[in-house]
């Protein structure tokens, strides 16, 4: 009766498999045939049979569970392809959650968490799709959805921001793939953030992220994203010509120069703005190398000099060496292979000194 009532659907078996310690069969069958002739969540008249029958035996479990229960389930929703249990915790928790645990073992226990196998890693707890649709509408429908979408963006924003300084260092391969496991988080992060107007952390998080979305792909994905964040308004300066670079470097690196060259120029004029010599050297160079492409190795340079001649004064060597290296590329691309070689040279060596 149960299978003939549930149009024999897996996922619904398995939810009401998941009830036989708590309810015996005869009396599952007339609860969940009561539940499943109700017009109310589990029979929306707008989808076909089969999934109005799945949609009733998601709903008929969620209703079963324990108040804490539900408040867990509906807060899972936010996330996407999985969390770990620190994100769980920072992002669900109650004001009293000593039994999160509890609770998120009872999702597993009733098919409604799956426990994904990490090789090795710190396990993932995620919902099926079709179930976080529905915990998803439960969480829009209460009062704290805005303050755990909230907790969601913050703390995905502060795992960038710790992977940010790392992508470029040798320890890449231990932070490029802690990010790869949450991209459907943090691309969810940010797009509520974008969606919401928040500039103050769209900006941030991605500045912390251009570099993962150039180095893991795809490159139009991120610069998508990116053209939005610079629209948007209220960020602080400082954030908001490090979101300005994060558009350049991604235009750049798809090979759309003149759209890389806009983004460079209005971080530089920011830049001029917020009288901090590092970030100045920073645009000054940055700006440079969509020049060099675009064959303006006389713009190029013009920047580049102006970036050394500040970088000499403040003593900073590593920017030194870095537009040593700019200038030799900028020479190359025209062509002036005795240049770029010198000025490589002399890149390398103060590198290396």
């Not at 924003?157 to 040798?170: F, G, M, P, V």
């Not at 964040?229 to 235009?251: D, K, S």
């Not at 005795?338 to 490589?344: F, G, N, V, Y």
């Amino acid at each position: 009766d149960i299978v003939t009532r549930l149009d024999g659907l897996p996922l619904a078996l398995e939810l009401a498999a998941a009830r036989v310690k708590l309810l015996p069969p005869q009396t599952m069958v007339r609860r969940l045939t009561a539940a499943l002739d109700l017009s109310g969540d589990g029979n929306r008249r707008d989808l076909p049979d089969r999934q109005r029958t799945l949609r009733g035996a998601i709903a008929w479990s969620y209703d079963l569970l324990s108040p804490k229960g539900r408040e867990l389930s509906r807060r899972l929703a936010v996330f996407r392809g999985g969390a770990t249990l620190e994100a769980i915790e920072a992002v669900c928790r109650a004001p009293a959650a000593d039994d999160l645990l509890d609770n998120l073992g009872t999702l597993v226990d009733h098919s409604l968490v799956q426990v994904l196998d990490q090789d090795g890693e710190e396990p993932r707890y995620s919902m099926l799709a079709t179930i976080r649709e529905y915990a998803a509408e439960k969480l829009e429908e209460g009062e704290d959805a805005a303050e755990i979408h909230l907790r969601h963006l913050l703390f995905f924003r502060d795992l960038a921001e710790q992977a940010a300084a790392h992508l470029t260092s040798d320890q890449q391969a231990v932070w490029l793939p802690k990010l790869d496991r949450d991209r459907d988080n943090l691309r969810t992060a940010l797009e509520r953030a974008i969606s919401t107007g928040d500039a103050a952390n769209a900006c941030p998080l991605l500045s912390a992220l251009w570099r993962f979305f150039h180095m893991r792909g795809p490159v139009r994905e991120g610069r998508a994203l990116a053209e939005q964040v610079v629209t948007l308004e209220g960020a602080p300066p400082g954030e908001h010509l490090a979101a300005l670079e994060a558009a350049g470097g991604l235009a750049y690196w798809e090979g759309d120069f003149p759209a890389a060259e806009r983004h460079y120029r209005r971080a530089l004029t920011l830049a001029h703005s917020l009288n901090d010599p590092a970030r100045l050297v920073e645009a000054l160079y940055n700006l440079s190398f969509p020049l060099s492409f675009m064959g303006d190795r006389e713009g190029a340079d013009r920047f580049l000099d102006e970036a050394a001649a500040l970088a000499e004064r403040v003593g900073d060597r590593p920017a030194l060496a870095r537009i040593l290296w700019a200038k030799g590329d900028a020479a190359f691309f025209s062509r002036d292979f005795p240049t770029a070689r010198d000025q490589l040279t002399a890149a390398l060596q103060a590198l290396e000194g």
